[in-house]
């Protein structure tokens, strides 16, 4: 028996009884014997578990690195696996998008090869994953998008804004203005069926929607994380948004993304017949230090 091996055992014990850091400690352990011993495959192993405990404490950067050695380790190892590997693209493409990045070609490979595995679980979350990816959005996006803004808007504010501003959301108000604003939208999921959408204006967040039927799948975070890239690549150093008061759902995820309720303000919403003044709360984000 390597010496590596009662580790891996004790760590998945650990993990078990819902102990995630002495878990990890552990397979550091392992891997820092595996590499000892040019045990590629182990090592890879150890690597996998650590990427996924690293994300799963909201640490995406390490846990990146391992899970793409972890790749590397499988790829050149004639004695891993095809599912070996799959398992560790799964974990470089969380990762990745938890930082915000494209992980496309990662779902995609991995799909393919749980697809060879027989592995249904892998196959559809490699769908699922894949109908989450943010792009620009593309003309066929136009009348869907301008659909599901305005059932996102009506389903949000209806009950919380003055009758006056919900007079002017008419249908034809939101096909206008998402074409107008089209070129710089970007959107969700596939073309011509898009699961939501953000709009990015100077230093603000201006739009943010998402369907109802891609709720608790973990779009809205993929969703996010692309919209904050956007902002940092821009220059952006403290990004804000605009949250209708009342709208408590919203309200919630913004702070559990990291957002935080600067104060209240009105601002010049617009509508077909011109600015319309609302009173919003003004959530703030710091995305870069200055």
């Not at 066929?140 to 996102?152: F, I, N, S, V, Y």
Request: hydrophobic share 50%.
């Amino acid at each position: 028996m390597q010496d590596f091996e009662p580790l891996f055992v004790a760590a998945q014990q650990a993990s078990a009884a819902g102990h995630p850091d002495q878990a990890r400690d552990l397979y550091a352990k392992a891997a820092d014997k595996a590499r000892a011993v040019s045990a590629a495959v182990p090592l890879a192993h150890a690597l996998r578990h650590i990427s996924d405990l690293d994300r799963e404490a909201g640490q995406a950067e390490p846990a990146l690195a391992a899970a793409d050695e972890a790749v590397a380790l499988y790829r050149a190892s004639p004695d891993a696996t095809d599912l070996d590997l799959a398992n560790a693209l799964r974990l470089s493409a969380l990762a990745r998008e938890a930082l915000g990045q494209a992980a496309t070609d990662f779902w995609r490979e991995a799909g393919a090869l749980y697809q060879d595995a027989d592995v249904a679980a892998g196959v559809e979350e490699a769908q699922r994953r894949l109908n989450l990816a943010t792009r620009a959005a593309e003309p066929e996006d136009l009348k869907p998008l301008a659909q599901l803004w305005r059932q996102g808007w009506l389903e949000a504010h209806q009950a919380i804004v003055p009758e006056a501003l919900i007079a002017l959301r008419t249908p034809e108000s939101f096909a206008e203005r998402m074409a107008a604003a089209l070129p710089q939208v970007r959107a969700l999921g596939p073309v011509g069926a898009p699961l939501g959408f953000h709009l990015i204006k100077g230093d603000e967040l201006n739009q943010f929607y998402l369907s109802a039927a891609a709720r608790g799948t973990g779009s809205a975070g993929v969703l996010m994380a692309d919209a904050e890239m956007r902002l940092v690549e821009a220059g952006v150093a403290t990004a804000w948004l605009a949250c209708a008061i009342g709208n408590a759902r919203a309200a919630r995820f913004y702070e559990k993304s990291g957002w935080v309720l600067a104060r209240e303000v009105v601002v010049p919403t617009e509508t077909s017949a011109g600015p319309f003044p609302l009173k919003v709360w003004r959530y703030e984000k710091q995305l870069l230090r200055t």
